[in-house]
């Protein structure tokens, strides 16, 4: 099998179970942009990390693979396979290495401006493309049916990915930026 198929060279390309629809539909949009998120994600695996963190990463990826399949799934012409359901545990899992990463952190008494060390910054654009998958996946909702798991997933993730950029940033000896206000 050849890696490219032509069939959409005019601009169309298909979705499990057969439906065409346009490369610049909002489904194709949420999951490509989950795509590019996890994308920067296996650019922060590349730099050196602790091992817990770099198996949550991973952990991070295949769930990120298993919300594409659920958004490039047209339900209306097949059931969702078990792959493609992202499970409670996941958003628990989140909270609790959210939990874990915080409890080693000082207090926040400002906004922090991304920054302060190469993997803290490159946490802050996972931060930043997470948001977005977000803002495309409620885009989504007002035309398709998205699962609520989904929704608590990422708005969880950015959160991780703020949390781990300050982790970073202090375990890479480097210092947090603040906002100044401008009087």
């Known amino acids: 099998m050849k890696l490219y198929t032509k069939t ?3 601009g169309q390309t298909g979705l499990i179970g057969g439906t065409r ?3 610049n539909d909002i489904r194709i949009e949420a999951y490509g942009t989950v795509d590019e ?4 994600i296996g650019m922060l695996t590349t730099y050196p990390i602790d091992d817990e963190t770099l198996e949550f990463l991973r952990s991070i990826q295949n769930n990120l ?3 594409g399949s659920y958004l490039a799934t ?3 012409k097949v059931s969702l396979q078990e792959a ?3 499970k409670n545990e996941s958003i628990e899992k989140m909270e609790q290495e959210i939990d874990r990463i915080d409890a080693k952190l000082p207090t926040i008494n400002s906004f922090i401006l991304p920054g302060g060390s190469l993997t803290g910054a490159l946490s802050h654009v996972c931060r930043t493309i997470t948001r977005r998958v977000e803002r495309r996946l409620f885009d989504l909702t007002e035309v398709h049916s998205v699962d609520n ?3 608590i997933y990422f708005n969880r993730l950015s959160d991780y990915f703020f949390a781990l950029s300050r982790y970073f940033t202090l375990e890479n000896g480097g210092k947090e930026i603040y906002w100044k206000r401008h009087d």
């Open 74 to 76: 047209d339900t209306s």
């Open 84 to 86: 493609s359901i992202l």
């Open 8 to 10: 959409g060279d005019t």
């Open 149 to 151: 798991q989904i929704l």
């Open 37 to 40: 998120l996890n994308s920067f």
């Open 21 to 23: 629809v346009p490369k």
């Open 65 to 67: 693979f298993i919300v």
